[in-house]
T-cell receptor
């Protein structure tokens, strides 16, 4: 039978454009969120995090936005480069419970 | 500073065979985790060790056992491998006791059970 999650959402962007990757979370009690990047054949790599008392956090070329009202998280990548091609996961934590990962979004950068 | 290392990188098993996946971290982290990742899926937590001497079940613990050998090492054992355990296994660690911390991942072990 069909496996849920086999077909990842895919985002294709032109090199140099900005990318926005979205994530909906379900637990309104989640108080800490992390974005991970996973390149083919590698383990997930930490990109940026945000706590629930913030609505925006910026890193190098990346910005995470948190909208607690609608339980939505986004990752913005400025001036997307070929090296940004990967699967991006959001993860949420509530208190001391283990990380809960989303299914991921595949970002393809068109040169 | 190697971070999180895992051995082996690849393994093929026959149904019913047993094996142990090894994980070590050199960041002096207190907490360690084992995940599995199936094609097109996110990571699912198998077991975790919030601190040395403790282990707890995650989302998908059936068919696995773990040992927190010391602060550095956390192993995952498959006693009788099944084809459903074909997956990529990732070990991770985090600094503080407890699980609500950024985790750092190893490169993964790719396991095929025939």
């Amino acid at each position: 039978g069909e496996s849920v999650g086999l077909h990842l959402p895919t985002l294709s962007v032109q090199e140099g454009d900005n990318s926005i990757i979205n994530c909906a979370y379900s637990n309104s009690a989640s108080d800490y969120f992390i974005w991970y990047k996973q390149e083919s054949g590698k383990g997930p790599q930490f990109i940026i995090d945000i706590r629930s008392n913030m609505d925006k956090r910026q890193g190098q070329r990346v910005t995470v936005l948190l909208n607690k009202t609608v339980k939505h998280l986004s990752l913005q990548i400025a001036a997307t480069q070929p090296g940004d091609s990967a699967v991006y996961f959001c993860a949420e934590i509530s208190g001391n419970t283990p990380l809960v990962f989303g299914k991921g979004t595949r970002l393809s950068v068109i040169a | 500073n190697a971070g999180v290392t895992q051995t082996p990188k690849f393994q093929v098993l026959k149904t019913g065979q047993s094996m142990t996946l090894q994980c070590a971290q050199d960041m002096n982290h207190n907490s360690m985790y084992w995940y599995r990742q199936d094609p097109g899926m996110g990571l699912r937590l198998i077991y975790y060790s919030a601190s040395e001497g403790t282990t707890d079940k995650g989302e998908v613990p059936n068919g696995y056992n773990v040992s927190r050998l010391n602060k550095r090492e956390f192993s995952l054992r498959l006693e009788s491998a099944a084809p459903s355990q074909t997956s990529v296994y990732f070990c991770a660690s985090s600094e503080m006791p407890g699980v609500a911390q950024t985790q750092y991942f190893g490169p993964g072990t790719r396991l095929l059970v025939l």
